[in-house]
């Protein structure tokens, strides 16, 4: 892995301090690399206002988010989105019903079919509504 070894230490992307080992400080998203006391620090998401370190947030068109938001954010340019739900805590027919009935709001239910390699998750696919009904006019 030579390119690994030959990357350059990244720089903190709020006060410019250069890492000692390259790869060390963690990326946030829409910010980029930060040094551990800038991502400690708190940062207030502007959808929901609550207080999430800078390490726990993302930045999604100029905008502070915590990850619960950015993934609602994100979600809105995706046309496609998978739901896990876990038999585990809740019986299937009740899973088929809330996958249905609680689609994420400009999507439309393609398909709920049990997760890949597990014997109690459940996957439940959506197609963004504009798509669904383009492909099927
Ligand atoms: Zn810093
Ligand atoms: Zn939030």
Known sequence: MQHLSNRAPAKC??????????GTFPMVVGVGRVCLSDGMKKVKCEACG???KLLTSAKLQGK???LSDYMKGIEKFR???VVNFDE???PATSIL??????????YTLLT???GRNSTHLWEAEYEKTEVFQ???S
């Not at 992307?13 to 390259?22: K, L």
């Not at 019903?97 to 400009?106: D, F, K, L, T, V």
């Open 13 to 22: 992307a709020i006060c410019g301090e250069a890492e000692s080992t390259p």
């Open 88 to 90: 585990d805590t809740e």
């Open 50 to 52: 609550d207080e999430v």
């Open 134 to 136: 383009m492909r099927c």
């Open 64 to 66: 502070t988010l915590c």
């Open 112 to 114: 709920v079919h049990r």
């Open 97 to 106: 019903a809330r996958a249905y009935n609680e689609a994420p709001e400009g």
């Open 79 to 81: 046309q496609h989105l």
